[in-house]
C-alpha cells in the first residue's frame, strides 16, 4: 500500500507529468508479469481523487487509457508469440491456480473473458496472453480491449472523483482521501472476488 501513497503524492506533486505517468503505470498494471506488482486500479483510483480535487486533469483518463490499451497488446502479443510457453515464466510458476482460472475464464466466455479481467488485477493482463495463445484474432481482441480499458479506467477515476469533489485542492486530507479511496475498492473487490471464486 506504500507504493499507492508514494505515487499518488508523486502525481499531486507533479500534476503537468499526471497524463505521462497514468500512461506509464497502466501500461505496465497491464504488462504480464509486472502486472502482478504494479497496482494500476489503485492509483487510477486514487489519481481519480486528485482529479475531483481539481489538482489534475482529466487528461489523465486519456493517458491511462492509451498505456492499458498499448499493455494489453503487448500482452497478446506475447501470449501470441510464445504460446504456452509464457505461461511457464518464472513470475507464473507460484501463480498456477490462478493461469488455470483464467484459462477456464477465457475457455468459457471468450471476448467477455477479456472485459471481465479488466476488473480482476492479477487476471488482467494474464487473461490477455492467453487469448493471444488461444489465437483470437487480432481485430476482434483490440476492440474488446478498447472498449474494456475505457470501462475499466473511467470506472476506477470516477470512483475517485466522487470523494475528491468534496475536498479543497489544498486540504491536508487530500492524499489521505487519495490513498483511502483504493484501500476500501481493494477490500470490497478482494470481497466479492471470494464470494464468486
Known amino acids: 500500500m506504500d507504493i499507492i501513497q508514494k505515487i ?10 499526471a497524463g505521462p505517468l497514468g500512461f506509464v503505470i497502466a501500461f505496465f498494471g497491464c504488462l504480464v508479469g509486472s502486472s502482478f506488482v504494479v497496482p494500476a ?19 489523465f ?15 497478446y502479443e506475447l501470449g501470441k508469440r510464445y504460446g ?27 471476448i467477455a ?12 493482463a494474464l487473461v ?15 476492440t474488446a480491449s478498447i472498449v474494456s480499458a475505457m470501462v475499466w479506467i473511467v470506472d476506477h477515476a470516477l470512483i475517485g472523483v466522487i470523494p475528491g469533489t468534496l475536498i479543497d485542492a489544498d486540504s491536508p486530507w ?14 470490497l473487490t478482494v470481497m466479492l472476488l471470494r464470494k464468486a471464486f
Open 113 to 124: 473473458a477479456i472485459m471481465v479481467g479488466y476488473h480482476i488485477g492479477p487476471a488482467r
Open 128 to 142: 490477455t496472453s492467453v487469448a493471444g495463445i488461444a489465437g483470437m484474432p487480432r481485430l476482434k481482441f483490440e
Open 8 to 17: 499518488s503524492a508523486l502525481i499531486a506533486a507533479q500534476a503537468d507529468l
Open 84 to 110: 504456452p510457453r509464457l505461461l511457464e515464466m518464472r513470475m507464473l510458476q507460484s501463480r498456477q491456480q490462478l493461469v488455470a482460472r483464467v484459462r477456464g475464464l477465457f475457455e468459457r466466455y471468450g
Open 41 to 59: 486500479a489503485a492509483i487510477v483510483t486514487a489519481t481519480g481523487v486528485l482529479i475531483g480535487a481539481g489538482v489534475v486533469s482529466w487528461t
Open 174 to 187: 487530500l492524499l489521505p482521501v487519495a490513498f483511502g479511496a483504493p484501500v476500501v475498492v481493494i477490500v
Open 61 to 75: 483518463v486519456l493517458w491511462a487509457i492509451g498505456g492499458a490499451v498499448l499493455g494489453m497488446s503487448m500482452s
